[in-house]
DNA sequence: GACGTTTTAGACAATAGTGTCTAATTTGAC
DNA sequence: GTCAAATTAGACACTATTGTCTAAAACGTC
């Protein structure tokens, strides 16, 4: 027995809506056993189970169980890396308060991308299971915190721009923007749980403030271009 | 090579020296393939093999495999709380350079703590297994970044009363010090390797730095003062 | 209703791992 | 050298899992 069904699936737009939902029922399921139980831990059967259909069904789409592994950390990057640009997008283009539009900002990043279940399984299968699968994950430094990484530099080089911020490492800043943000989140989703409303705002909150303190630009200097105040000494 | 077999251990009632070597190597040997295949994915005879001792000696020691596994957490716990505290007694009592001294210290920190083998373990498997064994990570909530986050806030409490720093929440900045220097890590360390000094060294710079943006005392500002404003340091 | 495809349940072999048991052997203390 | 404790190798029963195979059932389309 060869394999139509995934020519099939791939080329033609004859897709079965039955065949899809299939599909889409074990990526979901795989992608909580896998986070639950980790690689080795996780057993077709119960992703079956959870998926509800047969473990000959998983065995039909996907040749073997890293076949579904790979397929699955691939389905769940590219979900984060849409919900991730969706999310850029939302910062307003001309902020008329920083600290509240950069908090805002922060508390819609973290909801959606940082402790998200997709997040989570991202942040723990990466972890355990990186080091097996260099490469499939090497996309997710590029794509993920790396895109994450230079589209929020971007971002702080227009703030810097435009004469609300002021920096000359836009990557260190966006590095740091996000570990500040997750300083106070680890701690919660690490646990296991999900942050509550208000510990984001406050988690938010205390991020932008220290970012803000070490990057804002000097108050009432409302700076053009690209020259450097008298903020920092350029060290060694 | 994994023999430190001298050290004085835990006298457990009938304490002979083969039996404690033995303990030893069983532990780190552990340690090494829990951390490299995940609690699931290690099998008692790899650890046999790798400890160079009989799988039934395994079982003689710790009754099953779980039992093992939280022995073995609690070792590495305890490795690194004690040398936690021997890294934080060497930050000098009136430091000179604040950023010479903080940066120094980050990369002590960084380098006998975070980067570690310790460190990589319980990152790990406190990633993946914690919540099947919340009890068992509680205490490294508690006595890990916990106890390092309080430990750093004293010393911060320590710094601000001295007029070096200025700040109202020890424990939020001792996070956020701890968040900005694992910044320039993780991606480094997750993937799998450890940092060159080099990058120690500059991890360490850029967070120090950021950190004392955004927390030094203003210039020529004594002491005192438990109220900050929104004031940036111009520092140097 | 007929037909091709997909799905299903279940049996199946092969492999691997856990934890126990026993008997032989080593080890260290006296 | 003797003796007891520790260690070892090996066999063992038991369970779990992977991946294959087959024949029956469900599904969708015409």
Chains 1, 2 share one sequence.
């Not at 997750?182 to 409303?197: R, V």
Request: charged letters at 20%; one cysteine or more; proline letters at 4%.
């Amino acid at each position: 027995m060869t394999n139509p069904k995934e020519a099939a699936h791939k080329a033609t737009g004859h897709t079965q809506r039955g065949q899809c939902s299939k599909r889409l029922s074990i990526l979901d399921a795989a992608a909580e056993v896998f986070c639950r139980e980790g690689f080795a831990g996780a057993s077709i059967d119960e992703i079956a189970v959870e998926a509800g259909v047969s473990r000959q069904t998983i065995y039909n789409h996907y040749r073997e169980k890293e076949t579904l592994f790979t397929a699955v950390v691939e389905d769940v990057m590219n979900r984060t890396n849409a919900s991730l640009f969706s999310i850029l997008a939302t910062f307003p283009d001309k902020p008329d308060n920083l600290e509240d539009d950069l908090s805002a900002f922060a508390v819609r990043l973290a909801q959606n991308c940082l402790c998200n279940q997709d997040g989570k399984f991202l942040r723990k299968l990466v972890q355990s299971e990186g080091e097996r699968y260099p490469q499939l994950f090497e996309g997710w430094r590029r794509h993920g915190p790396g895109k994450i990484g230079t589209a929020l530099a971007a971002l702080f080089a227009r703030l810097s721009h435009g004469g609300g911020l002021q920096m000359d490492d836009f990557d260190l800043a966006a590095r740091q923007f996000l570990a500040l943000v997750n300083a106070d989140l680890q701690m919660i989703t690490l646990f296991g749980e999900s942050p509550t409303g208000e510990q984001l705002d406050n988690a938010a909150r205390n991020a932008v403030r220290t970012f803000l303190r070490a990057y804002s630009a000097p108050a009432g200097n409302p700076a053009m271009g690209a020259d450097n105040g008298p903020q920092r000494a350029p060290q060694a």
